[in-house]
């Protein structure tokens, strides 16, 4: 079965810090953009980090520039997001996606569309 399993999600306080993990199952992350995601309750899913297969040039959306660090395994067959100084703003549900590239060559981009594998999600909740 073919599946990822997002990890590592939990109650932290505002300032705190969470790695999140994305293992994939019955495939090779190695020929695979991943890209991290999150949605707020009555909020559309928006783009938090992506990696991409190719050289591994990552991408983060302003918000989390500079907190979160997004990074692969392919070993391992996980991705992680490092996730530092959290706001309570990063409150939400984070999925891991994953864009099949056989040609090693497309960019990862901070869109739900062209990935094609999505994670259950885990939930982030930053809170005093």
């Known amino acids: 079965q073919l599946q990822l399993v997002e990890s590592g999600g939990g109650l932290v306080q505002p300032g705190g810090s969470l790695r999140l993990s994305c293992a994939a199952s019955?495939?090779?992350?190695?020929?695979?953009?991943i890209g991290w995601f999150r949605q707020a309750p009555g909020k559309e899913r928006e783009g938090v980090s992506c990696i991409s297969s190719s050289d591994g040039s990552t991408y983060y959306a302003d918000s989390v520039k500079g907190r979160f660090t997004i990074s692969r395994d392919n070993a391992k067959n996980t991705v992680y997001l490092q996730m530092n100084s959290l706001e309570v703003e990063d409150t939400g549900v984070y999925y891991c996606?994953?864009?099949?590239?056989?040609?090693?060559?497309?960019?990862?981009?901070?869109?739900?569309?062209?990935?094609?594998?999505w994670g259950q999600g885990t939930q982030v909740t930053v809170s005093s």
């Open positions: 019955g495939f090779t992350l190695d020929y695979y953009n």
């Open positions: 996606a994953a864009e099949f590239d056989p040609t090693v060559q497309v960019m990862c981009i901070l869109r739900p569309r062209p990935y094609d594998r």
